[in-house]
Nanobody, 127 residues
Framework: QVQLVESGGGLVQAGGSLRLSCAASGRTFSRYAMGWFRQAPGKEREFVAA????????YYADSVKGRFTISRDNAKNTVYLQMNSLKPEDTAVYSC????????????????????WGQGTQVTVSS
């Protein structure tokens, strides 16, 4: 089992940056693929970014490609989401998710892939 706690959300102006962190409990963090998802009011949860166990491969939604960067530090049991050039449409609750490997990388963008979720952190981008 793994428990996930996100932090780093907040209010930022359009064009600004935030870095989200997701701290995981347990000693086997390096065995988990990690993802970030977001949910805006009245909308379904959507994929943002994912990273494989070693960090060797990363995946992004088209809407954030070139602006967001996912990374992980297995020594610190933490995954990060660096968000630059933020837009008002990025406003949402951002949640991290984890699933133990092995799993097909083609499934990393699907929320049903992940068995563990954090509680989420609010990101609000003002225009």
């Amino acid at each position: 089992q793994v428990q996930l706690v996100e932090s780093g959300g907040g209010l930022v102006q359009a064009g600004g940056s935030l870095r989200l962190s997701c701290a995981a409990s347990g000693r086997t963090f390096s065995r988990y693929a990690m993802g970030w998802f977001r949910q805006a009011p009245g909308k379904e949860r959507e994929f943002v970014a994912a990273i494989t166990t070693s960090g060797g491969s990363t995946y992004y939604a088209d809407s954030v490609k070139g602006r967001f960067t996912i990374s992980r530090d297995n020594a610190k049991n933490t995954v990060y989401l660096q968000m630059n050039s933020l837009k008002p449409e990025d406003t949402a609750v951002y949640s991290c998710a984890a699933q133990a490997a092995p799993l097909r990388n083609t499934l990393l963008s699907a929320n049903y892939t992940y068995g563990y979720w954090g509680q989420g952190t609010q990101v609000t981008v003002s225009s």
